[in-house]
């Protein structure tokens, strides 16, 4: 069976993680944490970064970061995973969601600001696919309205907005914050674990704060502070050194993780481009205010029995194909909870967005296998 994916070991995690079990050291915020958390500030012009157990916790302290109270309004798209909203509902928020584009799941940035009231509070744009939403729109709308932007770029590691005169500004370099993913499906993996990217300078102390349990322990360490103690809410939001480890072997190799991927999806895309056109389906295409970080490959059917009858047949031949997000408007969770408005783009891909396995093991074997037996499926 060739798996939708696998988890890539660049090999030096088991002695990055020996080290870390002979130094004795195994909490959080050690030497591994703070390698990574320089690593991403350095090459992406980031601000404070404070890894995290997973994408979700950073969002979560996100959400507490910006002061959410009850009745709050986030605006966010409803194609994407349940973290980016379940942050703010625990916080009491009402989350208000936007449609996707044609072209892509994204949100459209130009329908954001008929979704604001006085009671919006942040917006919440997912770089789906890795793919770049449109930032400058998104952040010219905050600023009038003296909002939050909190990216959601747990796929959109070591990707790109273009801005309109050709400069590129690195994903989650953008908003007052960013949460990444290192989850086992995303491409720089530890398992589980996150990052929270704190660009706007006066939210980076209390982040700190919030991070390491409501206490100023680390400005402690830094000897800021002559005694550490309680200052603020707080959780447990920063990972064993261990996760740390991990991430470190993932992130000196990123480069070649990076350059592998970007060879499979160009063959899958050169390889089904034929296909997909006799056939009415949707490649992924990228926004021109966007670079591809070959995060994930996917068709677009042109109905929910086209997509049924291709994962089927990839069934049959051992290959695994999913599809995606039910859109969060109409979860069981939410529908009684969600407004009302029609959001057509979102059910479009709830219901036709297929994923092809990606990962960095997959051979050009495997490669030509699949893109034949998908030219073979309908
Ligand atoms: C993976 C993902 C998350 C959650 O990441 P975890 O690290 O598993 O918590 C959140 N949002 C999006 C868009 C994701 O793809």
Redo the contacts with the bound molecule.
Sequence with gaps: MIPFNKPYQTGNETSYISQVMASGKLAGNGNFTKKCQSFFEQRYRFGKCLLT???????EMAAILIDVQPGDEIIMPSY?????ANAFVLRGARIVFADSMQGNPNMDADRIEELITPATKAIVP???AGFACDMDKIMQVAEKYGIFVIE?A??AIDNYYVAKDGNRKPLGSIGHLA?????E??NIISG???MLVVNDKLLEKRAEIIWEKGTNRSAFFRGEVDKYGWVDMGSSFLPSEIIAAFLWAQVENMDDIQSRRMKIWTAYYEGLCDFAAANNIGLPATPEYSTNNAHTFYLLCESLEQRTRIINHLKTKDISSVFHYISLHSSPYYLDKHDGRALPQADRYTNTLVRLPLFYELTDENIKYIISEICHSL
């Design positions: 157990t997973s994408c979700t916790d950073a969002l994407t995973f349940v973290s980016t997912v770089h789906y959601d747990a796929q949460a990444f993913s290192f989850h499906t995303k589980e674990g996150g």
